[in-house]
């Protein structure tokens, strides 16, 4: 079984950065994706970024496409995401989800059901 901690977050003002970090336990070598989401109360979970346990490809929601960096750790077990030029409408909970023992094809690594694991989410807040 596997567990995701998320940490990091916080308040930042408009323009600026904060960095959310994702460390999972247990049996991490299960591990074959992992994606942020962020979801505001009455709304969709929605995607943010993924990248998988081995390889250097990574994908973005298109509303965080050029501002957020996601990465991974060498230990593949941990991963950070960079969040620059922060806006108002980024302010969420930010989840970090994992995939274990199967692959999620490339078209499906936005679909929040394809993550069996989840972290108790993050708060990050940019004022308007």
């Known amino acids: 079984q596997v567990h995701v901690v998320e940490s990091g977050g916080g308040l930042a003002q408009a323009g600026g950065s904060l960095r959310l970090s994702c460390v999972a336990s247990?049996?991490?070598?299960?591990?074959?994706?992992m994606a942020w989401f962020r979801q505001v109360t009455g709304k969709e979970r929605e995607f943010v970024a993924a990248?998988?346990?081995?390889?250097?490809?990574?994908w973005y929601g298109s509303s965080v496409r050029g501002r957020f960096i996601v990465s991974r750790n060498n230990d593949r077990s941990s991963w950070l995401l960079q969040m620059n030029d922060l806006q108002p409408e980024d302010s969420a909970i930010y989840y970090c989800?994992?995939?274990?023992?199967?692959?999620?094809?490339?078209?499906?690594?936005?679909?929040?059901?394809?993550?069996?694991?989840w972290g108790q989410g993050a708060q990050v807040t940019v004022p308007s």
């Open positions: 989800a994992v995939k274990t023992n199967t692959r999620v094809i490339q078209s499906a690594l936005g679909d929040r059901n394809q993550y069996d694991t």
């Open positions: 247990g049996r991490t070598d299960s591990i074959t994706s």
């Open positions: 990248i998988r346990s081995h390889g250097t490809n990574t």
